[in-house]
């Protein structure tokens, strides 16, 4: 059984950076599918970026250009690291993951294709 757990959510003003971790532990030999999510009080849950294990990164509009995913593989950890952050960007945010289909290119940023998550850490950006 995969388990994920987040780490490095905070409060920040606008404008200023943060780091989120995912560690990741019980993965098989398959090869999987990492991604970040958010959610916003009252807002559908949005896919933030996601990452092959062999690093081919997908972005979300929203993400382009502030948010950059990164793995250490040999950590088993994921990392998103969120530049210039707006009071929009407050949500609480999930580490996910799935087995990727060796036929996919790209890892998803769908969330119904995700079937491990973390509890999540919450950002919080003032102005």
């Known amino acids: 059984q995969v388990q994920l757990v987040e780490s490095g959510g905070g409060s920040v003003q606008a404008g200023g950076s943060l780091r989120l971790s995912c560690a990741a532990s019980?993965?098989?030999?398959?090869?999987?599918?990492m991604g970040w999510f958010r959610q916003a009080p009252g807002k559908e849950r949005e896919g933030v970026a996601s990452?092959?294990?062999?690093?081919?990164?997908n972005y979300a509009v929203s993400a382009q250009g502030r948010f950059t995913i990164s793995q250490d593989n040999a950590k088993n950890s994921l990392y998103l690291q969120m530049e210039s952050l707006k009071p929009e960007d407050t949500a609480m945010y999930y580490c996910?993951?799935?087995?990727?289909?060796?036929?996919?290119?790209?890892?998803?940023?769908?969330?119904?294709?995700?079937?491990?998550w973390g509890q999540g850490t919450q950002v919080t950006v003032s102005l």
């Open positions: 996910a993951a799935y087995v990727r289909p060796p036929s996919a290119w790209l890892c998803s940023l769908r969330g119904s294709d995700f079937t491990y």
């Open positions: 990452i092959t294990s062999a690093g081919r990164t």
């Open positions: 019980g993965y098989t030999g398959s090869s999987y599918c």
